[in-house]
């Protein structure tokens, strides 16, 4: 077990560390921070004077074993822009941006596993059919699109719910329901297909063969069981509580860390970005470690090697 | 009409029992009696129907196979019966174990939890109580350290103890009837005989009858006092096991007696009779069998043969059952 920790936290790492370096690598590639920030008619002195105070004018390679070494001692930089510390930056948005995820999260999870169990329960039936539809649209159709549709409804026509800003819960509602509606559909489309796998399998005959009612056939042989897949993708979505919302953040001007994500990049404001991507891959990387553990709670296959005695 | 011997009220009679797909027929009327405490074979090709004609008489299959017909359990009706008729029905007096027990057990519940679901549902035994139930079940079925198995995963067993297991939680209903559907197909020999002697030696020990459901007749044999054969969704020989043997009436039943290999040779599929079983969408008008018969005439191809009664518990659905050359053939 500990091995396996070990061996776990060892990935992680590793995840982290590549995901670090690509980031990097791509934002130095991609345009010259100097010239973005100073604005393109500054006079060339002062953009060499910006490169020598952030380190530009070094090669890249040294920059980035001083920004590696640097991420090591804890300090992720400093924004370009306003010369604060990155992570104090986006530290500060993520209430903001949980404001919105969590209870996203909690939409997605009480509407689309409940959906997706009654869908592969009443296969083939209207409700079934009702459901994919609207899982396949919630699917398919961009969150951006889906949010402009409900600022389009409640915000524009029917002036029930303000399109944007953030002063207070109810200009919430409209990005956490864009959030919840879009991961709702994927999950019940996920929990469906488990369930239906599961309800394929020859142990479910048995139990019914056995007489238990089929009420607890589905709870206590079919649920645990189609659990096992749908803990990836809840993982998955946990992971993204940080990063999921970039797009709706946007389209609803909400100050959350998507927000300055978008503003960052767009400004080449490498420290943030960098911090950033760095908090969203250790998000993910944690939740998906957790996944790990709880297959092998939920699965005892997974627990324990196979110790097999003749017949 | 079943042609078995069956003195006294039969344990479990089905008529004209037929199931269809989708329109697409799988059985096409089924008459099957077994009595008290009997063992009864049911061989017959992959496909043939054997599978679906318990699934069918327990409620097993999904909603969408239209089934109709009678199958009655003492004086209940089973088909259509309400589901808590049935549930008391499944795994308390007809239980029934499959094919491949090593997916048909849960896998993430203990062996032991598994037991003492059913001894719950059909004895009322939980707690303490049912778990030294469960473990005297593992110990009737050979599984050694029965103490200690109630703890394992199935997982943790080989495919011979999984059955075994299977077996020890439809024994926990004390069924009248155990349906084994295939029960050894999937395990090596040597732990195919041993379960096939469990089976018989259980039998013994608690009277009830025995379905045995097998494609190869060699298992059947050693284990059954009489054969069903099906064919395409239909039974079309029913004999006495040692009259089957001596003197097999259906060109079907021949071609399957031919395909045996000698008694200390190793088994193999039944596949010595050219052709195939043919696809619901495409039977036959006549004898399904027709296409592969080396017997066929032309009124084969007439009319569904129907059952020839050549002696006591013996029938078979062949228009040529009844002609002398064959049977003389037959008896060779
Ligand atoms: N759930 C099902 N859905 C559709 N067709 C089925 C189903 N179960 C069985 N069948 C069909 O019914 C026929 C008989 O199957 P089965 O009873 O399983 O054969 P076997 O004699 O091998 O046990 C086959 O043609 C099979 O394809
Ligand atoms: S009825 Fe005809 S075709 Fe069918 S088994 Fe008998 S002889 Fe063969
Ligand atoms: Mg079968």
């Known amino acids: ?311 | 009409m079943p042609a078995g011997v069956v003195t006294g009220a039969p344990l479990v009679a089905i008529r004209g029992l037929r199931v269809a797909f989708d329109g697409q027929p799988a059985l096409r009327g089924i008459d099957l009696d077994v009595a008290p405490g009997e063992a009864v074979g049911l061989v017959g090709e992959s496909g043939c129907g054997k599978s679906v004609t318990w699934l069918a008489a327990l409620g097993l299959l999904p909603a969408r196979a239209a089934i109709a017909g009678q199958v009655r359990l003492g004086e209940t009706e089973l088909l259509g019966a309400p589901a808590t008729t049935l549930e008391k029905v499944r795994g308390g007096r007809v239980a029934m174990i499959f094919q491949d027990p090593a997916s048909s057990l849960n896998p993430v519940h203990r062996i032991g939890r598994q037991i003492t679901e059913a001894l719950a549902l059909h004895r009322g035994i939980t707690g303490g109580a049912a778990r030294s139930e469960a473990r005297r079940l593992l110990d009737q079925v050979g599984i050694p350290d029965a103490g200690r198995r109630l703890d394992a995963y199935p997982h943790e067993l080989s495919g011979g103890q999984n059955q075994r297991v299977m077996i020890a939680i439809a024994l926990a209903g004390r069924p009248e009837l155990l349906v084994a559907d295939e029960p050894t197909t999937a395990l090596d020999v040597t732990i195919q005989a041993q379960i096939l002697a469990l089976l018989q030696q259980l039998r013994r020990e608690t009277g009830m009858a025995l379905v045995l459901i097998s494609h190869d007749l060699g298992v059947v044999a050693e284990t059954c006092e009489r054969v069903c054969v099906m064919y395409a969704g239909r039974i079309v020989e029913e004999a006495p096991t040692a009259r089957l043997f001596a003197a097999p009436a259906h060109p079907y039943t021949r071609g399957l007696l031919g395909a045996l290999p000698p008694m200390d040779g190793p088994r193999r599929r039944l596949s010595a009779i050219p052709g195939g079983v043919p696809e619901p969408w495409a039977m036959p008008p006549g004898c399904a069998f027709a296409p592969r018969c080396p017997h066929r005439i032309g009124p084969c191809d007439g009319a569904v043969p129907s059952d020839a009664m050549l002696a006591t518990g013996h029938r078979a659905a062949c228009i040529r059952a009844t002609v002398a050359p064959l049977l003389a053939e037959a008896a060779e």
Not at chain 1, 93 to 113: F, Q, S, V, Y
């Open chain 1, 1 to 311: 077990m500990l091995r396996f920790l070990l061996g776990r936290i060892g990935r992680a790492a590793l995840t982290i560390a590549m995901v670090v370096t690509f980031a990097f690598v791509v934002l130095r590639l991609s345009g010259d921070p100097a010239q973005i920030i100073m604005g393109a008619d500054a006079p060339p002195e002062a953009v060499d004077a910006f490169r020598t105070a952030w380190g530009l004018d070094q090669p890249v390679w040294v920059q980035y074993f001083h920004y590696f070494g640097a991420i090591l001692s804890g300090d992720l930089g400093r924004s370009m822009r306003d010369g604060r510390d990155a992570l104090v930056l986006v530290t500060e948005r993520i209430p903001a941006t949980l404001a919105l995820t969590l209870p996203a999260l909690l939409i997605k999870i009480g509407l689309g596993i409940p959906a997706g169990i009654y869908a592969a329960l009443h296969r083939n039936s209207l409700a079934d059919r009702i459901v994919m539809v609207v899982a396949v649209a919630g699917f398919t159709v961009p969150s951006f699109v889906l949010g402009l549709l409900l600022v389009l409804v409640f915000a524009v026509q029917l002036g029930w719910l303000p399109s944007g800003g953030q002063e207070g819960w109810r200009h919430a509602i409209l990005p956490v329901i864009t959030l919840g509606l879009g991961g709702a559909a994927v999950l019940a489309r996920f929990t469906r297909s488990a369930m239906l796998e599961v309800l394929g399998q020859p142990y479910i005959r048995t139990a019914s063969a056995k007489g238990v009612p089929w009420r607890a056939v589905v709870t206590r042989h079919a649920l645990p069981n189609a659990a096992i897949p749908t803990v990836t993708i809840i993982g998955f979505m946990v992971g993204s509580l940080i990063a999921g919302a970039v797009v709706v953040e946007s389209v609803f001007s909400w100050p959350g860390v998507g927000r300055l994500l978008v503003v960052a990049v767009a400004n080449r404001d490498l420290a943030v970005v960098q911090c950033i991507l760095l908090l969203v891959a250790t998000t993910m990387v944690c939740a998906n470690l957790v996944v790990d553990l709880l297959y092998g709670l939920l699965d005892p296959r997974l627990r324990s090697a196979p110790r097999r005695a003749g017949a």
